[in-house]
């Protein structure tokens, strides 16, 4: 789960890691009062979204009187905002997050992710500031200093050490001012179960501060059991609503490009059905795991939420049963063309647990537009066909 | 021969009179597989499924002199449970539990690893040797005896592999489903040595997906000491960056773990890689026939 740049600042706070004072506004009058009561002289208007490369985007801008604050406001409320992160369709902004001007006189980046190889988390510091991470990761990896933190031990001095002098910060007092802000944001991702932190930039004032300008964080879905306070961070309206639809039936469904319509058990299946799709020449239309309890009525859950998909010209349902049993599918599928208005074809491939029992369910219902298919080779070459209208 | 676990191995199941736990036990028991008994706290004293419970595992291992657990302890209390095992002396936890806090599972693996326990999961399919000996919840039908050995990330794809290889007329030794999480027990690089010295195994199955870079680890391995032929299929071709594909490890980040990536660092190794799934057992007759 994924949270805003202003909650990130709350959870900051609580840490004691310094951020520019701001106050979150729903509506430009909103933003005006809180720029007046924030004080100026300048303010910064910052797009509220959950995606990184705002400001190249225009989501991002400086005021310097409280009418700017004003016309930049109205601007950004209520945009859609492109970025490299939200896709070509863009994202609503309807929350600005209104941030007194910083004195900037570097910019640096620091986060905290998990490192797979390693399997602990890694502290990632870099004098480059400001820029996409992965860009800087690609064209001079050397600017990125990795420390992993064993959990077992923390954060001892030495990890404290290996980033200053990496970073090439050589006044003591800042060496100390850097190391104890890195060892909160070390604290932070562990306490909370965070599975990524970012903060580009993180900024050192004139007089030698370190302010965390930007916030980005995500946590662990699995751990949000315990977190109640983050849990109730999350905002829904940065969810795909099918997504999300999906998720309380049990069913892992992610909305892409093409025209074939997918239902599978497993997500490894699920991705390689995809990708067989492809490879025989069509394009799959989702991604949809129908996971290890699918019933009747989660079956028929998932046609309702593939079929709102108006570029869906065929459906492709792909189980191997193993937990999962076949006849339980065959009927889920009659059950829901008898709720949903199926009108576009139905290619089905049960095999595993049941599957003999399955087709004999199938093939007594008769059912038209249900076309079976022997495996998943085969499934996949009649769904290309149907989707071509062949 | 198999890897890790055959006919003479014994089992004990963590989480044991849970539903869960209840529901593949028997199935692991009609499968043929050992299971000496299982660990319930406020329960021990108890039979189950026809078995002893305990309290503890260390009572458990004591009595029955198990060397392996099956573990179906929900994921909040997971970690405690693995932890628990490689204290008792376990050898090997076999974790299905789905949904265990990233956090946690890096604990009970690096304490796992200091006490010499090795663990394959969590949220995986676990380990089978054909004919023998069951651990997990894999449809034990599909799994003929053979020379095929498999290591997946999936476990429908592994049934998907390994029903594709009986068809093709072959059959498995050991097929593992390692689990897509972002921590995980024994991988490829942990696996494949030990089916290259299984004079059984023929060829290897191994079936990856986007995300972290164990496949380009394993592909570094294979070009240097595996001579066994070995069969590649990476889930995600079409996955696009960013999103998470159902497996909470299954994810392309800062364009980092795509398939394509993967299937190129295996080719350069020699491995033969397909791709789509529906290829896998075509392409095992094929390296077998040479």
Not at chain 1, 16 to 38: C, F, M, R
Not at chain 2, 52 to 68: G, I, L, Y
Request: hydrophobic fraction near 45%; charge should be negative; aromatic fraction near 6%.
């Amino acid at each position: 789960m994924n949270i805003h740049e202003y909650q990130a600042k709350q959870i900051f706070a609580k840490y004691d890691i310094p951020t520019p004072k701001g106050l979150i506004a729903h509506s430009v009058d909103e933003a005006v009062v809180n720029a007046e009561e924030l004080g100026g002289p300048i303010w910064v208007v910052k797009a509220q979204i959950h995606a990184g490369g705002r400001g190249l985007g225009g989501g991002v801008k400086l005021a310097k009187s409280i009418n700017e604050v004003r016309t930049l406001a109205d601007e950004i409320l209520g945009m859609t905002l492109v970025t490299h992160q939200t896709g070509p369709e863009g994202k609503l902004v309807q929350k600005i997050y209104i941030e007194d001007g910083a004195d900037i006189k570097d910019e640096l980046y620091l986060g905290v992710v998990l490192d797979r190889a390693k399997e602990m988390p890694v502290i990632m510091a870099s004098t480059e500031g400001g820029m996409a991470i992965e860009d800087v990761a690609h064209d001079s990896p050397e600017k990125i200093i990795k420390v992993a933190v064993d959990p077992a031990i923390g954060f001892q001095g030495f990890h404290g050490r290996e980033l200053v002098f990496g970073l090439g910060i050589t006044d003591k007092v800042e060496q100390g001012k850097f190391i104890k802000f890195a060892k909160k944001l070390y604290t932070l991702y562990l306490e909370n179960d965070a599975e990524m932190i970012e903060i580009n930039p993180l900024v050192k004032t004139g007089a030698g501060d370190f302010i965390a300008l930007d916030g980005k964080m995500g946590f662990d879905d699995s751990a949000l059991g315990r977190h109640p306070d983050i849990e109730a961070m999350r905002d829904i309206s940065e969810e795909d609503a099918d997504e999300r639809e999906a998720s309380q039936y049990g069913l892992s469904y992610i909305s892409l490009d093409g025209e074939i319509g997918c239902m599978v058990n497993g997500a490894g299946l699920a991705m390689g059905t995809m990708d067989t799709i492809n490879y025989m020449g069509g394009t799959p239309a989702n991604f949809l795991d129908v996971g290890g309890s699918a019933n009747a009525e989660t079956v028929a859950k998932g046609f309702e939420i593939i079929l709102k998909n108006p570029k869906v010209k065929a459906i492709f349902v792909n189980i191997f049963g193993g937990i999962v049993r076949c006849d339980r599918i065959a009927n889920g599928i009659l059950e829901a063309t008898k709720i949903t208005d199926v009108n576009v074809p139905v290619i089905v491939r049960l095999d595993g647990t049941n599957a003999p029992e399955a087709a004999v369910i199938l093939k007594n219902a008769n059912i038209e537009n249900i076309i079976v298919a022997s495996d998943l080779g085969d499934g996949a070459a009649k769904s290309v066909a149907a989707a071509k209208g062949e | 021969m198999s890897i890790l676990v055959n006919k003479d191995t014994k089992v004990i199941v963590q989480g044991f009179t849970g539903k869960e736990g209840s529901f593949h036990a028997e199935q692991c028991i009609a499968y043929g597989t050992q299971i000496v008994g299982g660990v319930t706290p406020n329960k021990g004293g108890q039979v189950h499924l026809g078995q002893p419970v305990f309290n503890t595992v260390k009572e458990a291992v004591s009595t029955t002199n198990a060397t392996v657990s099956m573990i179906f302890v929900p994921p909040a209390f997971v970690a405690d449970a693995v932890m628990e095992a490689a204290d008792a002396g376990i050898e090997l936890a076999v974790i299905i539990t789905e949904g265990a806090p990233v956090r946690d599972m890096q604990a009970a693996k690096a304490y796992s690893v200091k006490h010499g326990m090795m663990t394959i999961g969590p949220n995986c399919p676990g380990i089978i040797t054909a004919e023998e000996c069951k651990i997990g919840i894999m449809p034990g039908m599909i799994f003929k005896k053979g020379n095929v050995g498999l290591i997946s990330k999936s476990g429908t794809l592994t049934y998907e592999g390994a029903n594709q290889v009986v068809k093709e007329g072959f059959g498995i030794t050991t097929a593992v489903g390692i689990g897509g999480d972002p921590i995980i027990g024994l991988s490829y690089k942990q696996l494949l040595p030990m089916f290259e010295a299984d004079p059984e195994t023929e060829c290897i199955v191994m079936i990856g997906e986007i995300g972290g870079d164990l496949e380009i680890q394993a592909a570094a391995y294979i070009k240097e000491n595996i001579t066994k032929p070995v069969v590649a299929f990476i889930a995600g071709q079409t996955a696009p960056a960013g999103k998470r594909m159902g497996h909470a490890g299954a994810i392309i980040s800062g364009g980092a773990g795509t398939a394509a990536e993967k299937m190129a660092a295996l080719e350069a190794a020699g491995v033969k890689v397909v791709v789509s799934p529906a290829e896998i057992g075509k392409a095992v007759a094929e390296v077998l026939a040479k």
